[in-house]
């Protein structure tokens, strides 16, 4: 159990650091990150929070993933959950302030995408399950034959182009972002001397059964 505790709080580490990460991200205002486009373009037309979006296609996600044959974790629901409303707690509550230069948004930015890093090694280290958009890429790798980086690139652009559709805000930071999170990740990983592939991720049914021992 005490495991359990210790993992569990890594997770829920990770979660609100990559939700913060993001934040900062859009706080420096010179484009969105891939997935923010999108969702920022959805909360355009839907007027519901950012937050609220990122759970909403979070959970279309997991349904579409376990469609094409992907298991699911505690941590692919987690994330789902959590990350959305972090995220709106962090903007309600505005301790992160807005810049107005592009050289102060490239530091935000760069900034907000190492956090982000960081958190997806607390979180993928916790080892309960890959998160939604995550195994969305598994998913589509397994299908479709292709390499995770293509697989990954194409679900990237897309989202990109949806969002940029819908009215998100595409920009500098946008093609920063593509470029350097896996610079950062690759970086952290590297520093916290971690390889995310010696990783057993656990179902969510295996986390039961590992409770109730």
């Known amino acids: 159990?005490?495991?359990?505790?210790?993992?569990?709080?890594k997770l829920m580490v990770g979660l609100f650091l990559y939700s913060l990460g993001i934040v900062i991200t859009m706080k420096a205002n010179i484009g969105f990150a891939s997935w923010e486009v999108f969702h920022k373009g959805i909360s355009n037309i839907s007027?519901?929070?950012?937050?609220?979006?990122?759970?909403i296609v979070g959970l279309i996600i997991c349904g579409v993933v376990l469609l094409m044959g992907e298991k699911l974790g505690v941590g692919t629901i987690l994330n789902m959950l959590f990350i959305g409303i972090f995220i709106d707690l962090i903007m309600d509550f505005n301790f992160i302030?807005?810049?107005?230069?592009?050289?102060?948004?490239?530091?935000?930015?760069?900034?907000g995408i190492l956090i982000i890093a960081f958190a997806t090694y607390f979180y993928i280290d916790s080892s309960f399950g890959a998160g939604p958009r995550d195994s969305l890429m598994v998913a589509v790798e397994r299908k479709t034959g292709l390499e995770v980086g293509v697989a990954r690139g194409i679900i990237e652009v897309s989202v990109v182009f949806i969002g940029w559709l819908l009215g998100g805000p595409v920009g500098l930071g946008?093609?920063?972002?593509?470029?350097?999170?896996?610079?950062?990740?690759q970086l952290v990983f590297k520093l916290m001397n971690f390889d995310a592939a010696e990783i057993e991720h656990e179902t969510f049914t295996q986390t039961v059964k590992n409770l109730s021992k």
């Open 97 to 111: 302030p807005e810049v107005n230069t592009y050289t102060a948004g490239i530091i935000m930015l760069l900034a």
């Open 1 to 9: 159990m005490g495991n359990f505790i210790k993992r569990f709080i």
């Open 47 to 55: 007027g519901i929070s950012i937050g609220q979006v990122s759970i």
């Open 174 to 185: 946008t093609i920063l972002a593509a470029i350097s999170f896996g610079f950062f990740i």
